[in-house]
């Protein structure tokens, strides 16, 4: 074995920088390439990488740079970077410091974008017409997205705190990389043969414009519009925008949004409910009273001191009209009562109560979660088994998870 000198890793990362920082051709130089990956930090900083169709480098522009720079550029757009190549010693990860930088025009990815957007407004897919309205009490909610990604925990959480018995159905499907925009088309139309959803959420969470292009395909595109049910889009954060955006019924700005935009508060529909129970009763009240003094007032009238027969006249004209009175007040209780009875059944019927009362149980963990699946508990877990009439205290002893029939890929929630 040759024996030589042995550098630590920071003596060689210090030597690699150094000999980039003395080459004269990396102290200043011009760089053209696609924006990807933006984010602008906190501390001001801009991090992206600049690419083309046969490499990649990562790039920084310094707060100071940044905010004497004149020109927006965004994901997407082809920029010539003007700035110097160095390592960063620490992480020895090679970078390129961005200084300045010259617009010059879009990327093609998004020329892509605006083609796309081009074709599919002139056919009509984005027209209001063509909105279905989002349910106002849906009796489940589907979801199309990936089962280990942020967007469905985002979305089952803010559902199970807005109505705990809501029934969730996810159809996991690959959000970003080759075929999943194929993936997410067949979710749409599956969930749409199955019927058991009221409303679909369809998304995923941020990312650069690459991570969210299958939401730009055509044929999620072409699912969208197809769709009888009504959907939902949530891609990425609220400053993303994609085709599937402006074809989907409703747009939400993120997942949690779109929960928020397609799961009812169960609190307020019985504060709602509680009121138009008083207002129907108020009604009818209001007219018993009305039709009483028209009586009254029928009884106390000058016509009782004309002759017998207009006296009789008058008497058989008040008994009709007590008659009319009572069939009307009665009528009129009815239906108030059909009404609140119809009401309160639709809203027992989706009570955890209820479905409590029928044998079913709820599995809550020490820290106030409620479990919806063994993925939640592990051994020796202490939880509150809440039954119909009362709880009880256990400890899980063993998880024995279900599997998958023939392949499936939907899971109900």
């Not at 056919?123 to 063509?130: K, L, S, V």
């Not at 018993?288 to 008058?314: C, K, Q, T, Y």
């Amino acid at each position: 074995m040759q024996s030589g000198y042995v550098l630590t890793v920071t003596q060689l990362n210090e030597y690699v920088a150094g000999l980039l920082q003395r080459d004269v051709l990396l102290r200043s130089l011009s760089v053209r390439g696609e924006v990807s990956g933006l984010k602008r930090h906190s501390s001001g900083h801009v991090y992206f990488t600049l690419k083309d169709g046969g490499a990649l480098v990562r790039c920084v522009m310094f707060r100071q740079d940044a905010m004497q720079c004149g020109v927006a550029f965004s994901d997407g757009m082809e920029i010539v970077a003007q700035g110097h190549a160095a390592l960063y010693a620490r992480d020895g990860q090679y970078q390129f410091y961005v200084k300045t930088v010259t617009g010059e025009g879009e990327g093609e990815l998004y020329r892509r974008f605006l083609m796309m957007k081009t074709r599919l407004q002139a056919r009509g897919w984005f027209d209001e017409a063509h909105k279905k309205p989002i349910p106002a009490l849906p009796h489940c909610v589907g979801i199309v997205t990936s089962q280990s990604g942020a967007a469905v925990r985002d979305v089952i959480s803010v559902a199970r705190r807005r109505f705990p018995a809501m029934n969730l159905l996810l159809c996991p499907v690959a959000v970003q990389g080759m075929g999943a925009a194929e993936e997410i088309a067949a979710g749409i139309r599956l969930m749409n043969r199955l019927k058991r959803a009221d409303v679909l959420i369809v998304g995923r969470g941020g990312g650069s414009l690459e991570d969210l292009w299958a939401f730009n395909e055509e044929t999620v595109a072409e699912a969208i519009y197809e769709s009888e049910i009504p959907i939902v889009s949530a891609v990425g954060h609220e400053t993303d925008f994609s085709i599937a955006d402006f074809v989907a019924d409703l747009r939400a700005p993120t997942p949690s949004a779109a929960a928020e935009l397609c799961v009812p508060e169960y609190d307020m529909l019985l504060s709602t409910l509680d009121g138009m129970r008083e207002t129907l009763l108020c009604a009818a009240r209001t007219g018993l009273l009305r039709r009483r003094e028209r009586v009254n007032a029928i009884v106390e009238s000058g016509a009782f001191a004309a002759p017998r027969h207009a006296l009789a006249d008058a008497r058989h004209t008040v008994l009709d009209a007590g008659r009319r009175l009572d069939v009307a007040a009665q009528a009129s209780l009815a239906a108030a009562a059909r009404m609140c009875s119809t009401l309160s059944g639709k809203l027992e019927a989706l009570s955890p109560s209820h479905t409590l009362s029928r044998g079913f149980a709820l599995v809550r963990r020490k820290d106030g979660a409620y479990c919806g699946s063994v993925e939640r508990l592990s051994p020796d877990d202490s939880v509150t088994i809440i039954f119909h009439d009362g709880a009880a205290g256990a400890t899980v002893n063993t998880i024995e998870k279900e599997q998958r029939r023939n392949g499936e890929k939907k899971a109900e929630l």
